[in-house]
């Protein structure tokens, strides 16, 4: 079952404007990350934040996590057209196998330039 | 995607048919894993290993089959292939740490 929902399932923005991305979980977790998908492509890893951390940051890209609501969200600071993709979280679990991650169905980022 | 290769990118099946996804990687890791792809559904685990010779099932492990008889490569057969098996496979492998790298995917259709 999927652990993460992302809202919204799609985002169409300018360049130049934020992205803003959130993502609900259901269970405990130990971590939480962020994974990015260019169209017809593997994912790669963006940014992870562990469960006692509230807030993270890399270069563009901002990430917080709020345990008490079981939510995240990313934001993508001044957009670029390169940022259209797909955007998934992730979550490895707490107290069973964290190594495997559960991912999320994915918010698609337009940015038009 | 540097590091995890699959192969192949591409391929058509018909009913019944059977083949073998194949996973290779280069960097070392103990843990590798075997994802699909389907529209609107995010990524779900097959099946992954957490070291040669290991292999334990995930969330949709039904009509897969996997083995890991080197650390670097890890396969994924399909004994008999279903339309319901159209998808997008993933293989991705794991370091020390939280993070996975992943593979650039196997496009595969049943008809």
């Known amino acids: 079952s999927q652990q993460g929902e992302e809202d919204p399932q799609a985002l169409s923005i300018q360049e130049g404007e934020n992205a803003t991305m959130n993502c609900s979980y259901k269970t405990s977790i130990n971590n939480l990350q962020w994974y990015r998908q260019n169209s017809g492509r593997g994912l790669v890893h963006l940014i992870l934040i562990r469960s006692n951390e509230r807030e993270k940051h890399s270069g563009r890209l901002r990430v917080t996590l709020d345990t008490s609501k079981k939510s995240s969200s990313l934001l993508i600071t001044a957009s670029r057209a390169a940022d259209t993709a797909s955007y998934f979280c992730a979550t490895g679990e707490s107290g069973g196998s964290n190594y495997k991650l559960t991912f999320g169905k994915g918010t698609l980022l337009t940015v038009n330039p | 995607n540097a590091g995890v290769t699959q192969t192949p990118k591409f391929r058509v099946l018909k009913t019944g048919q059977s083949m073998t996804l194949l996973c290779a990687q280069d960097?070392?890791?103990?843990?590798m894993y075997w994802y699909r792809q389907d529209p609107g559904m995010g990524l779900r685990l097959i099946h992954y290993s957490v070291g040669e010779g290991t292999t334990a099932k995930g969330e949709v492990p039904d009509g897969y089959n996997v083995s890991r008889l080197k650390k670097q490569n890890f396969l994924l057969g399909l004994e008999s292939a279903a339309p319901s098996q159209t998808s997008v496979y993933f293989c991705?492998?794991?370091?020390?740490?939280?993070?996975?790298?992943f593979g650039a995917g196997t496009r595969l259709s049943v008809l």
């Open positions: 960097m070392n890791h103990e843990y």
């Open positions: 991705a492998t794991r370091p020390p740490g939280d993070i996975q790298y």
